[in-house]
C-alpha cells in the first residue's frame, strides 16, 4: 500500500477510535493497540513530513507558546441568556412568549443543563476544524485553535458516515469544561507544590483554555459539549432536537441529559430533575437551560438586545455560608509564591466543615476589599474548594485590619518580589526551604547542571535527611551518605558521585540557568553569558547595562539585579566555586569569523540541534538572538520557517539556508 494511502487509513482509524473512547464512551480496542496506531502514524509522518496535515491526529500534542491571542469576529453573534431565579420566573418566560407568539398553545421546549465552563465557538469548513474561538463580548472572541485542538473530544474532521453530506461550513457551539474529578487532581497537583489552586473547575477550564502555550493546555484534562451552531453553509434544522441529534450524527459530543419537553410545566419539572442530579453529575453545572424548540418560532421571537427571547437560564442555588475571618496567613509554594490564605470561624458548607479558604493573591484580596475580622460569604466551588464569595461591609465594627503582603519571605527572610505582567509574589531566595527541593530538581535537570541519576526521589531523600540546605550542599554530600541512602547500594552510591564530579564542568551557561532566576530561561541563560563572558559582570551589571542587550528587557534585567545583590545568594555562588564548579564560559567568546555577527534561527533544522547550531555561533566568535532586529545580520531558515522568516524580509536581513549555514561554518 503506498505510504499516503497507508497514512490516510491510519488517520481514520486513530480519528474512528477516539470518537468511540472520548465522545461515545465504548471503546473497541485496548490502549495497547490504539498506542500502536498512533505510534505507526508518528512514524510514517517523521519519515514523510510532506504527508503531515494540520488534522492529523497528531497535531493534537501542542506548540510553541504564542505571544499573544489575536481576534477574531464571529458571523452570528453568540448571545447570552437572561436569568430566571425562580419557578415563577420560569412561568413568566413562559407568559412572554406566548405572548409575542399571540398564542395561548402549549409550547414545545428543550431542556438541558447550563454547565459552568467557557462558551467556545468551532469553524468546520468542508469537515475540517479551521478555527476555534472564545465567546468574548459575543461579537468577536480570542483565536484558540491550538489549544482546542489538544481536546479529545473535539474531532478535528466531522464524521461523514451519516445521512446528511457534511456541510460546507459551519459554526458550532459548544461548552469547554473540566470534571469535578480531575479539577480535584489538579488542584491537589498544584496543592502538593504549594501552587495557587484553581478556584473551581470553571475557572480551570477556562484559564487552560487561554493559555499562550498549547502545550500547557494538552496537559489539562479538558472536555467538551456542543448545543448549538451560529453561521451553517450546507445544513440546516428545523428545530432545537434536531440540531442535537444532527451534532451527534456528525462526531461532535451532546450532553446525554437534554430533553424535550412540551409545555412550561413538563419543562419546570425538567429543570428540578437536572438540579436533583446536580450532586451526582461529573462536572459542574449551576442550572439549566429551557429553549423554544421550535427555529420557526425562535426566528419569530427574535432577540433583546444581547440574548435572545426564546430561551432563559434557570439558576440553581449556590451553596453557602456566613462566616469570620479570623487571620491572613501567607504559604509559600514549590516555585516560591506566597499565596494568601484566609483562616476562618469553622463553618459547615455543603456538610463539610471549612476553616481555610484560599484568597489567591493580592489583588484578589484588594478587589473584594477583605480584611482581617471581616463577615464573609463563603461557598465551596465546585463544591469541593472553600472560596471567599463577598464581604458584608454592614457588619464591619472598625476593628477589622487591612492586610498587605510581606516584603521578605516568611520562610526564609529573603526578598519578595513581583513581576508587573502577573499577580503573584515570589520569594527570591536560593535557601528557601519552601522550594529547595524543586529548585535542586531544576539545578541537577538535564539541560541545567545535568547531574544524572539525581531523581526526584533522592532529592527528597538528601532534603528530608538535612544533608543539603541549598543547591550548593549536593556537592558536599559524602560516598557513605549518598550510600546510606535508602535503596542505594554502593554502585549507586559512586555512580551519583561521578554524576555530581561531572557536573562541575557543565559551564557557566548552564550554572546561570540552573540558579532558577526569575525570568531567566536557557537561552537568556545564552545571552547573558554571550554578551558579558564572566559571573562577576553579570554579578555586577546595572539594569541599564543588561537592557542595552539585545533581548534584555526591563523585567529580566530587574530580576537578575535583584537576585545577585541579595546576600544569601551571593553565599551560595561562593560555596558553588569553593566545590569546584566551574564558573567559565562553555562557549567562551572569542574572535573568529562570526566576530560581531548575531544570527537568528527559524525553523526545523535536518543536522543540527537549536542548541547545536547555536554553540557553533559562539564557537566562532558571534551572538545569537531569539528574535529579528535591525541589528540581526544573518537568520538560518529551516524547515517551515516562522514570522521571523518575514520579519527579516522586511527588513533586509540576509536569509540563508542550512546548507548555507554549513558553508559558513
Not at 473530544?153 to 469547554?176: F, M, N, Q, Y
Not at 432563559?312 to 456566613?322: D, I, R
Not at 553565599?571 to 564558573?583: E, F, H, M, T
Request: include cysteine; aromatic fraction near 6%; hydrophobic fraction near 40%.
Amino acid at each position: 500500500m503506498p505510504v499516503a494511502n497507508r497514512v490516510e487509513t491510519l488517520r481514520n482509524k486513530i480519528n474512528y477510535h477516539n470518537h468511540r473512547y472520548y465522545v461515545l464512551d465504548d471503546p473497541e480496542i485496548s490502549d495497547a493497540e490504539y498506542d500502536r496506531l498512533v505510534k505507526e502514524l508518528q512514524a510514517l509522518e517523521l519519515m514523510h513530513p510532506e504527508l503531515i496535515t494540520p488534522d492529523s491526529p497528531t497535531q493534537r500534542v501542542g506548540a510553541a507558546p504564542l505571544k499573544e491571542f489575536t481576534s477574531v469576529p464571529h458571523t452570528i453573534p453568540m448571545l447570552s441568556l437572561a436569568n430566571a431565579m425562580s419557578p415563577e420566573e420560569v412561568l413568566e418566560f413562559d407568559e412572554r412568549v406566548k405572548k409575542v407568539l399571540n398564542s395561548k398553545e402549549e409550547i414545545d421546549y428543550v431542556v438541558e443543563p447550563k454547565l459552568d465552563g467557557l462558551a467556545v465557538e468551532l469553524i468546520y469548513e468542508a469537515g475540517r476544524f479551521i478555527l476555534g474561538s472564545t465567546r468574548g463580548d459575543g461579537f468577536s472572541g480570542e483565536d484558540i485553535t491550538r489549544n482546542l485542538k489538544t481536546i479529545k473530544t473535539i474531532p478535528l474532521v466531522l464524521d461523514k458516515s451519516g445521512a446528511k453530506p457534511l456541510p460546507r461550513r459551519v459554526a458550532v457551539r459548544g461548552e469547554v469544561i473540566m470534571t469535578i474529578k480531575e479539577f480535584e487532581i489538579l488542584n491537589k497537583r498544584r496543592a502538593e507544590s504549594n501552587e495557587p489552586l484553581f478556584a473551581n473547575p470553571r475557572n480551570a477550564a477556562a484559564g487552560s483554555v487561554r493559555q499562550l502555550d498549547s502545550r500547557i493546555t494538552a496537559r489539562r484534562p479538558l472536555d467538551i459539549y456542543c448545543y448549538s451552531i451560529g453561521e451553517a453553509d450546507g445544513i440546516s434544522f428545523n428545530s432545537q432536537w434536531e440540531l442535537q441529534l444532527g451534532l451527534k450524527s456528525l462526531g461532535l459530543k451532546v450532553n446525554p441529559h437534554i430533553r424535550l419537553c412540551h409545555g412550561i410545566s413538563a419543562a419546570a419539572a425538567a429543570c428540578n430533575d437536572i438540579e436533583a442530579m446536580r450532586k451526582v453529575l461529573p462536572y459542574e453545572i449551576d442550572g439549566a437551560v429551557i429553549k423554544v424548540n421550535s427555529f420557526e418560532l425562535q426566528n419569530t421571537l427574535g432577540t433583546i438586545s444581547k440574548s435572545p427571547r426564546w430561551a432563559v437560564a434557570f439558576k440553581f442555588e449556590p451553596h453557602q455560608e456566613t462566616t469570620v475571618i479570623e487571620d491572613i496567613q501567607v504559604q509559600v509554594g514549590r516555585t516560591g509564591v506566597l499565596t494568601p490564605v484566609a483562616i476562618l470561624k469553622p463553618v459547615r458548607v455543603g456538610g463539610v466543615t471549612v476553616s481555610h479558604a484560599t484568597l489567591h493573591n493580592q489583588d484578589e484580596i484588594e478587589r473584594k476589599d477583605i480584611r482581617i475580622g471581616d463577615t464573609v460569604v463563603v461557598q465551596r466551588a465546585g463544591d469541593v474548594i472553600p472560596q471567599v464569595v463577598t464581604v458584608i461591609p454592614a457588619k464591619r465594627s472598625g476593628k477589622e485590619r487591612i492586610f498587605t503582603m510581606p516584603e521578605c519571605c516568611p520562610v526564609c527572610g529573603a526578598e519578595v518580589s513581583r513581576s508587573s505582567d502577573e499577580a503573584a509574589f515570589r520569594c527570591t531566595g536560593l535557601q528557601c526551604m519552601a522550594k529547595l527541593k524543586e529548585g535542586i530538581k531544576h539545578f541537577s535537570s538535564r539541560r541545567a547542571m545535568d547531574i544524572d541519576r539525581l531523581g526526584d526521589k533522592l532529592v527528597e531523600q538528601i532534603v528530608d535527611r538535612g544533608l543539603v540546605k541549598n543547591v550548593a550542599g549536593i556537592y558536599s554530600i559524602s560516598f557513605e551518605q549518598w550510600a546510606g541512602l535508602e535503596r542505594m547500594a554502593e554502585k549507586s552510591a559512586q555512580n551519583i558521585l561521578d554524576a555530581v564530579e561531572k557536573s562541575k564542568q557543565a559551564g557557566l551557561e548552564r550554572l546561570i540557568f540552573a540558579l532558577g532566576i526569575r525570568h531567566v530561561g536557557e537561552h537568556t541563560a545564552g545571552i547573558l553569558v554571550s554578551n558579558l563572558n564572566s559571573l562577576e559582570q553579570i554579578e555586577n551589571a546595572t539594569s541599564e547595562q543588561l537592557t542595552s542587550i539585545n533581548e534584555i528587557g526591563t523585567e529580566v534585567a530587574e530580576s537578575i539585579v535583584q537576585f545577585f545583590r541579595q546576600a544569601d545568594n551571593k553565599a551560595v555562588l561562593d560555596r558553588l566555586q569553593k566545590a569546584g564548579v566551574s564558573i567559565e564560559p562553555k562557549h567562551a567568546l572569542k574572535s573568529g569569523k562570526f566576530a560581531g555577527k548575531t544570527f537568528v534561527f527559524t525553523g526545523t533544522l535536518e543536522h543540527f540541534t537549536r542548541e547545536e547550531a547555536e554553540g557553533k555561533v559562539q564557537s566562532l566568535g558571534g551572538r545569537y538572538a531569539s528574535s529579528v532586529s535591525s541589528k540581526t545580520d544573518f537568520v538560518v531558515a529551516g524547515r517551515d520557517p516562522g514570522s521571523k522568516y518575514d520579519k527579516a524580509k522586511k527588513l533586509g536581513i540576509t536569509i540563508i539556508n542550512e546548507l548555507d549555514f554549513k558553508q559558513l561554518l
